[in-house]
T-cell receptor
Framework: GNSVTQMEGPVTLSEEAFLTINCTYTATGYPSLFWYVQYPGEGLQLLLKATKADDKGSNKGFEATYRKETTSFHLEKGSVQVSDSAVYFCALYSGSARQLTFGSGTQLTVLP | DVKVTQSSRYLVKRTGEKVFLECVQDMDHENMFWYRQDPGLGLRLIYFSYDVKMKEKGDIPEGYSVSREKKERFSLILESASTNQTSMYLC???????????FGPGTRLTVT
């Protein structure tokens, strides 16, 4: 079956530090990949996505590249802000399963 | 903007009670989903629906049922609440054939 593995948190960084949150997946076929973000007290919202190999998704300074050879979709940001403090979820969508499969989430705290 | 609303942000129920969680979306989405979110486990799919009066089991349907009588509304029912159902419940919706899901703010349910 499909699965998503994220680096365990929590992750604590100082403002302006570089962020990487690792995500690897197992899936049949060619899934689409997503990063969702959950700010405190809110539901999840889509941060970025990539639908095929070598695609790069980007939004709000975050980036992730769909690497089929390593089955990875790592999230990066060059300079984090306090407002980036949230829980980040990696997810994949498989057309055959017709549903999203989520990773366990990574809590990010950015200190001023 | 797509809006997904959930009937309560916080709910406290007693063991054995019947519990209804309501979800409404305003963008005419065909697909609706119920997840539970627990620390370290990410989001796990309980049930989903691709059309009115249709439902399919997700990964953890035991102890839950659902109802979709109207396109915009998807209800999650705990027939006899138990303490292990204490969790955050998230509703989501999406267009048919589109993997991007839109989430509500969640209902934090405590069963005592």
């Amino acid at each position: 079956g499909n699965s998503v593995t994220q680096m365990e948190g929590p992750v604590t960084l100082s403002e302006e530090a570089f962020l990487t949150i690792n995500c690897t997946y197992t899936a049949t076929g060619y899934p689409s990949l997503f990063w969702y973000v959950q700010y405190p007290g809110e539901g999840l919202q889509l941060l970025l996505k990539a639908t095929k190999a070598d695609d790069k998704g980007s939004n709000k300074g975050f980036e992730a590249t769909y690497r089929k050879e390593t089955t990875s979709f790592h999230l990066e940001k060059g300079s984090v802000q306090v407002s980036d403090s949230a829980v980040y979820f990696c997810a994949l969508y498989s057309g055959s399963a017709r549903q999203l499969t989520f990773g366990s989430g990574t809590q990010l705290t950015v200190l001023p | 903007d797509v809006k997904v609303t959930q009937s309560s942000r916080y709910l406290v129920k007693r063991t054995g009670e019947k519990v209804f969680l309501e979800c409404v979306q305003d963008m005419d989405h065909e697909n609706m989903f119920w997840y539970r979110q627990d620390p370290g486990l990410g989001l796990r799919l309980i049930y989903f629906s691709y059309d009115v009066k249709m439902k399919e089991k997700g990964d953890i349907p035991e102890g839950y049922s659902v109802s979709r009588e109207k396109k915009e509304r998807f209800s999650l029912i705990l027939e006899s609440a138990s303490t292990n159902q204490t969790s955050m419940y998230l509703c989501a919706s999406s267009l048919s054939g589109n993997p991007e899901q839109y989430f509500g703010p969640g209902t934090r349910l405590t069963v005592t």
